[in-house]
């Protein structure tokens, strides 16, 4: 056989495309993380302003007027409000002013992402500074010692995101890539139900008592690894039913590719780029991201949204994996 047959029978028109492919799934993850992650700047931050009188709303609007709009503020009454809207993850930093003095008080939750916190205090520092006043910085959700820069929570986030296209892409890729008839589509889908509670317990028992990174409810981690590993499972079983390995690619552009760079994990979703910043939130790793930071460090508020967000993607990746299989005939190859 010469060179030119072989090379006819090696570079099949499906090979070429599944290459074509990668290739374009490798510009589009340096495209997609450069872009979200090259150059952090805080947009429009929700930010609380406390002082007396006529003073509350004439700082709020010198706030409001900094270069490149950095910070969105708004009057809150006292101190007591301005720290239960931060624990509740209204706003992300509140300043108090002194009116008897020059010196005033800056509130942050470094563990809802310490660049955002820094950035914060070095927003209101210089404000401050042209006002002749000066500031000090009071940590109100302070991340754990352990927790370098707020990313545990996202780290684990990302474990469980990959243990969970990882698990559904072996389980196809293992039969072939066929399309699953009902009973194989729900043995799948059952496998990775219990795939999802052993990885959620084991990586919020990693995380918390085995590493000491990440405090918070370990029963309330383990609920939410289990939901977001069977989430991006799902979704990937979905993608794989409707268009075989292909899938498993489709699941890597959505959920790492667009997915991580817009979690909200090394920067805070208000530093990111606009369209970053939007699609975080309705993506697992910014939902799951979201939810792991209020369970370790503000008492589990603000979860009800991502968690509805998480179990969209279960249940719409649970329903499409089952339909796709009723639709289609049933397939001899094991699961």
């Known amino acids: 056989m010469t060179f030119a047959d072989e090379f006819k029978s090696a570079v099949t028109p499906r090979a070429a495309l599944l290459v074509i492919g990668v290739l374009a799934l490798q510009l589009l993850f340096i495209a997609s993380y450069v872009g979200a992650l090259h150059n952090p700047k805080p947009k429009d931050v929700a930010f609380g302003v406390v002082a007396p009188g006529e003073a509350a709303v004439q700082t709020k609007d010198q706030l409001a007027k900094l270069p490149g709009d950095p910070l969105d503020p708004r009057v809150v009454k006292n101190e007591v409000e301005a720290r239960r809207q931060i624990m509740d993850r209204k706003i992300?930093?509140?300043?108090?002013?002194?009116?008897?003095?020059?010196?005033?008080?800056?509130?942050?939750?470094?563990?809802?992402?310490?660049?955002?916190?820094?950035?914060?205090?070095?927003?209101?520092?210089?404000?401050?500074?042209?006002?002749?006043?000066?500031?000090?910085?009071?940590?109100?959700?302070?991340?754990?010692?352990?927790?370098?820069?707020?990313?545990?929570?996202?780290?684990?986030v990302v474990g469980w995101c990959v243990g969970g296209y990882l698990c559904a892409s072996i389980m196809s890729i293992s039969a072939g890539s066929?399309?699953?008839?009902?009973?194989?589509?729900?043995?799948?889908?059952?496998?990775?139900?219990?795939?999802?509670?052993?990885?959620?317990?084991?990586?919020?028992?990693?995380i918390g008592p085995i590493l000491g990174a990440l405090p918070g409810s370990i029963m309330a981690l383990w609920g939410l690894g289990?939901?977001?590993?069977?989430?991006?499972?799902?979704?990937?079983?979905?993608?794989?039913?409707?268009?075989?390995?292909?899938?498993?690619?489709?699941?890597?552009?959505v959920i790492v590719v667009a997915g991580n760079p817009s979690a909200g994990g090394a920067f805070p979703l208000p530093m990111l780029p606009p369209f970053w910043e939007a699609i975080g939130p309705a993506?697992?790793?910014?939902?799951?991201?979201?939810?792991?930071?209020?369970?370790?460090?503000?008492?589990?508020?603000?979860?009800?949204?991502?968690?509805?967000?998480?179990?969209?993607?279960?249940?719409?990746?649970?329903?499409?994996?089952?339909?796709?299989?009723?639709?289609?005939?049933?397939?001899?190859?094991?699961?």
């Not at 470094?110 to 209101?124: D, H, P, V």
């Not at 889908?189 to 919020?204: C, D, E, F, K, R």
């Not at 790793?285 to 509805?308: D, E, H, M, Q």
Request: aromatic letters at 6%; glycine letters at 12%; charged letters at 15%.
């Open 178 to 206: 066929k399309p699953a008839n009902p009973q194989r589509a729900a043995i799948r889908l059952g496998s990775m139900a219990l795939l999802s509670l052993a990885g959620g317990l084991g990586g919020a028992v990693i």
């Open 226 to 253: 289990a939901l977001v590993t069977f989430a991006v499972g799902a979704f990937t079983l979905a993608l794989e039913s409707l268009t075989g390995v292909v899938g498993i690619g489709l699941a890597v552009l």
């Open 92 to 156: 992300d930093g509140a300043l108090i002013v002194d009116p008897r003095g020059t010196n005033d008080t800056l509130l942050v939750a470094s563990g809802g992402g310490k660049a955002l916190a820094n950035a914060l205090e070095m927003i209101t520092t210089r404000a401050e500074g042209a006002q002749k006043r000066t500031v000090r910085t009071v940590d109100v959700a302070a991340a754990s010692s352990q927790d370098f820069n707020g990313l545990s929570s996202f780290y684990l």
């Open 283 to 335: 993506l697992p790793p910014g939902a799951g991201t979201w939810v792991a930071r209020s369970i370790a460090y503000f008492k589990g508020n603000a979860v009800t949204g991502p968690l509805l967000v998480l179990s969209a993607w279960a249940v719409a990746g649970t329903a499409v994996t089952l339909l796709v299989a009723k639709l289609r005939r049933k397939s001899p190859s094991g699961v």
